[in-house]
């Protein structure tokens, strides 16, 4: 007997005999052999298909170009985002890849890498590579990485957690001393998550592209069947589907570069409403960007939520804008913010020295540190002060 | 209590050997056997000489100023490069017989070290003892342990700065290898991978990880690294054999323990029986608690084992009603369990060794590395279940310089009465063998499955398997998870495939138990494919820890069970009717009266209801049905039977016949199961023809009865031929290798089982030997014991000359 019935047999008690009368739980696959060396019928199939050009041993290369709409931005601009600021002419390189799995680990790989970057004209240059075989992955990964080069910054939609660790980790499958994780990286999907995240359902890509691009796919296939157009390609040589998941992952490509243009004046405080100004504005602040943290918060007027307020009052506090803080500081004690009742204790105590009012203010404080500024307050007011009993009950 | 032991002070007698002199004088009924183990000197030698500076103060800060001669021939053949093995008692100093070439490496930068251990907790305890050396001598080395418990964020340190990483065989297999590209700076320095408690690497469990094993060294090679591998384990009869199995190489021995030894004494404790027809003896934890209250009104430290979380807690609440009834004073009595806090266990540990502790009442969570110092005098409250978990348990007791008594109280199961009658078992070497298969076909292809998502196949490529490797790859080309380009392999589909496969089973899914109690969703345990449909049935009584819970549904797509704590004052046990044909002979032998063979059978078994069984009168109290699917099953037995003459003139009756061959069975079973260090329920019995035409099962009258294919109950007398077999398989999909070595030690069983019979002391049979007897037999003198030694008798004639292929 051979080993496949044999191991069919097995596996045929492992399920039950009545829950199964087929007996064999196996789903053949009839593959018809697809030929892997250029030259054959199959090949000229996918690249006419896919409308690219056999690189070498099963690699296909697609190039397009692309003018995006003008928005009178140059490159420099594009760099007005917490994480890349400051960078001097950033040579940016979109990315963007479809693999053969979700889950993780060192059994899927990127089938297709969409990369794209702006030539001297301004239009977008995007190159595709798409694996005809396993065989050529080596060499894509090499191509691509060459042309991507040491000085790129990438620009992806959560690259960091899933395009940039399966790549690094191919290299290594590979033995190629290549690590993409030491270039600069900025991943989108951060960038929108943290101004949209309570104002739409989900931060998915295409929900991006909806709201902010205007922009609806049309015909699309669904990112999760990419893997099953690349199967179907490898082991019947069906293209079409290919075909589309090229498309949508040019898609991908072009859409980041237009959502990394349109999420710079976002950051700049030039739309007012439907976004988290607060979240933004320390974004800016952690960034070491004080006055483009200031203008969003101030461009959010009297939206601007109770955190984001503190933050902006300590930041007016810190540049010595003393009227300011305490006018937004006042604001917020009106709705019965305990932080500001504690900011505006510290500051009459120690800025207008005037302690009554520091007082009044000290008992609204959270209780932690109530009794502390009491004590303290009473010792300067010559220990002539009567405490109120509520304090202590 | 004196300042100074006793023992110590010439002209005083050794408490312990008091004590056991007490002992002996008062219950001499109950002692079954007396065995001495002489005492040892220890054998030093010096410290290495290349052994690093730093690590020399550090052993010297901690009192170690020489070496056990163990010790010292482990790190002889570490500087050689071999792998080995090393095999020493209980508290002999295993552990730095890999921590000490392992730290020189980690020291001198040559290298760093994996640890695998078969529990979380063991490796928590591990890197705590690194630590401790560590600080000791200012050494710098990093240990952390990888596991479940391992924070998201601490991982990529513990992959990149750790020196040392302990972790256990499942997270290897399903975090480690499946992500080794992360580990890629880890495994190109990794010099020693080191495997303790190797013993418990045995069964199903043994074969997994010895795949594992191969795909750590085919990751290893693609990383170019090649270390030494090293084992540790408790006393087996193989540990060579089973060592080489595991990795696929030769693996050097060290079994010369240099570690001093008190002279050690066990008593085999049997209850008294107190209910002579039905073989009922005294509870073994009414023994126990007073063995244990002996030995700590003499003033020494003991240990007690217990089989169950529960008996630990009974135990426990008895001598503390004795010990610590005065509040104000400190607690001399302690228990330890699994399901204690972790830092409630090691406050326990702790008081343990600086002797605050006068009694800790265990389960086998004491048993395995933990430190606990060392006592005067271990009490097992039954048989631990093999010989290794014995020695090992006994071990717990015993200083170095002065004597130690284990006392084994044997609880009622055949196990525990055949090992207090057979005490040459504790002697000599140990007869039990671990086995594994690593050829196991199921378990192969999961771990050929889980290989390929590592790295591709490539052609000429090999596993380390005796079978062909590319049928396998042919297989799953087949199934479509993997794509065949040129001369290799890849992997094809979005699936994780280590997630699918559980270390401990052999058919995919296991099913869990879920505890409902108060709305909770709890998973309070795991059952393999195999045993479930006779465990898992609504209605079941399912023991956990001896703590009954009720089935109330079964969900088996979903391999999940529910279930809900209960009092009831019943054991469920499933009828069910085990159909098996011989498929293939393998091999055979015979002689005038019987034949004996080994060969493939295909099984089916039918779950056609249950009996619900009292405790302790074992009378029957109710039925239930199962509404399950047949299961079947190829796998390997073995087979016994008599030549029908020699049937016919020995038993007449056809329905004596069959009752005795129902209670060889059971004594048969019991002892193959201890003799192959393999759980009772990885061996499974039957009696039938070996045509699949009948088979026997006990009716509920308690007497044999002939059933059909279909489960129809059949007039033995009536039926043409009649050549009935006992047949003990291997309980596994494919067999884990059982049968084989099974069919080699037939001999032995069958005296084994002919012993046990022979020597209970029930009247007509009971648990302890042939199986439950109902009263009404007791009553009429229908002795299934005498039919169960009839046949054992003519089993034990002894087949004699092979016995062709037909």
Known sequence: MNLASKIDRLRGQAVTAQVDPSGSRRRRFQSEPVPQLPGSAHTKELTDALQADWEDRGLLLCNRSYRLPADGRNAGDLSRLPEVCGLSKPDWVYIDTETTGLSGGTGNLAFMVGVARYRDGGQLELRQYVLGSFAAEQRMLQQLFDWV??????????????????????????????????????????????????????????????????????????????????????????????????EHNCQDVVSLALLHRCLVPVYRGSVQTGLNHAAIGRAWREAGQPKL????????????????????????????????????????????????????????????????????????????????????????????????????? | ???????????????????????????????????????????????????????????????????????????????????????????????????????????????????????????????????????????????????????????????????????????????????????????????????????????????????????????????????????????????????????????????????????????????????????????????????????????????????????????????????????????????????????ERRETEKRLRDGSIDCVVSTSALELGVD?????????????????????????????????????????????????????????????????????????????????????????????????????????????????????????????????????????????????????????AEVDFSSAPETLYPGAIYMIQAAPYQVESLDWDGRKAYVRPTRADYYTDAVVYTRLKILERFAGLQSAQVKVAHGEVHLVRRFSGYKKIRYYSHENIGYGNINLPDQEMHTTAVWWEIRPGELERALPSRQKALDGFLGAAYAMHHVAALQMMSETSDLGRAVGDGDGRWFATQGSNGRGQMRDVSGDELAPDYQGAFRPAVFLYDNHPGGIGLSEPLYGRQAEVVRGALELVEHCDCRYGCPSCVGPVLASDEERGYSPRELALTVLGLFASGPVSDWPQA
């Open chain 2, 372 to 524: 606990i110092g060392s006592l005067d005098v271990c009490i097992l409250n039954g048989y631990p279940g093999s010989i290794a978990a014995t020695w090992q348990r006994l071990g717990r007791a015993g200083r170095r310089n002065r004597s130690s008594l284990g006392v084994l109280v044997a609880g009622s199961e055949p196990l525990d009465q055949y090992i207090v009658r057979n005490p040459d078992f504790f002697l000599g070497a140990s007869p039990e063998h671990a086995r594994i298969d690593p050829e196991q076909l199921l378990v192969l292809l999961d771990h050929v499955r889980c290989a390929a998502f590592e790295l591709p196949f490539h052609a000429g490529e090999s596993f380390g398997c005796e079978a062909p490797l590319e049928q396998f790859l042919h297989y799953l080309l087949d199934e479509g998870v993997l794509h065949r380009e040129g001369d290799s392999w890849h992997w094809m589909t979005d699936a994780y495939p280590a997630n699918a496969v559980s270390l401990r089973s052999v058919a995919e899914g296991n099913f869990l138990v879920i505890d409902q109690e108060r709305g909770g969703r709890q998973i309070i």
């Open chain 1, 149 to 246: 080069g040491p000085d790129a910054v990438l620009v992806s939609y959560n690259g960091k957690c899933f395009d940039l660790p399966l790549l690094t980790t191919r290299l290594r499958m590979h033995h190629i001393d290549i690590k993409p994780g030491s270039l600069r990286h900025l991943d989108l999907m951060y960038s929108v998550r943290r101004a949209y995240r309570d104002h739409w359902p989900d931060c998915r890509l295409q929900t991006a592209e909806r709201r902010l691009l205007d922009i609806q796919r049309q015909d699309d296939l669904p990112g999760a069947e990419a893997p099953a157009a690349w199967q179907s390609w490898l082991r019947r040589g069906v293209t079409s589907q290919l075909a589309r998941v090229l």
């Open chain 2, 1 to 343: 209590m004196p300042a100074f032991p006793l023992s110590e002070v010439p002209g005083f007698p050794d408490p312990v050997e008091q004590l056991s002199r007490q002992l002996k004088a008062r219950y001499a009924g109950q002692i079954c056997a007396e065995l001495t183990l002489p005492a040892k000197a220890a054998q030093f030698e010096k410290l290495p000489g290349e052994l690093d500076q730093r690590l020399r103060g550090a052993l010297q800060a901690r009192g170690v100023e020489q070496l056990y001669s163990h010790q010292a021939e482990a790190w002889r053949l570490a500087q050689q490069g071999r792998h080995y093995v090393v095999v020493t008692p209980t508290a002999s100093g295993k552990t730095l017989c890999y921590n000490l070439p392992v730290l020189q490496s980690v020291c001198r930068g040559q290298g760093k070290a994996l640890y695998l251990f078969p529990t979380k907790a063991l490796a928590q305890d591990q890197v705590a003892e690194l630590l401790e050396l560590n600080k000791a001598g200012e050494l710098g080395v990093r240990a952390y342990t990888f596991d479940g418990d391992t924070p998201g964020d601490a991982r990529k340190a513990v992959r990149t700065r750790g020196d040392i990483v302990v972790s256990n065989p499942d997270m290897l297999h399903q975090a480690i290898l499946p992500h080794h590209t992360k580990w890629a700076q880890f495994f190109e320095g990794l010099r020693y991978v080191v495997l303790d408690e190797m013993h418990t690497y045995r069964g199903v469990f043994g074969a997994h990880v010895a795949n594992l094993i191969r795909r750590l060294k085919r990751i290893l090679a693609f990383y170019g690294s090649a270390p030494q591998f090293v084992f540790c384990s408790a006393t087996i009869a193989n540990p060579v054999e089973l060592a080489t199995s595991l990795l696929g190489e030769d693996v050097t021995p060290v079994t010369r323990s240099g570690a001093p030894q008190g002279e050690r004494r066990l008593l085999l404790w049997n209850p008294p029986v107190i209910n002579p027809d039905l073989g009922i003896r005294a509870s073994a934890r009414s023994q126990t608690n007073r063995i244990a209250r002996h030995a700590t009104r003499a003033g020494l430290k003991s240990i007690v084992f217990a089989r169950s979380r529960l008996m630990v807690e009974v135990l426990t609440k008895y001598l503390k009603d004795a010990f610590d009834k005065d509040r104000r004073r400190p607690p001399r009595v302690f228990a330890y369990r699994g399901g204690y806090l972790p830092s």
């Open chain 1, 293 to 393: 943290a200031r203008r969003v918060w101030e461009s959010a007027g009297e939206r601007l939520d109770d955190k984001g307020s503190l933050q902006l009052a300590a930041l007016y506090r810190h540049l010595g804008e003393w009227s300011r803080a305490e006018k937004l500081w006042l604001r917020l004690h009106a709705r019965g913010n305990a932080s500001a009742a504690l900011a505006l204790s510290k500051y009459y105590e120690h800025r207008r020295r005037d302690f009554c009012k520091a007082l009044d203010f000290a008992s609204q404080c959270p209780p932690a540190e109530r009794q502390m500024r009491y004590s303290r307050l009473k010792e300067k007011m010559g220990g002539s002060l009567q405490l109120p009993l509520l304090v202590y009950g």
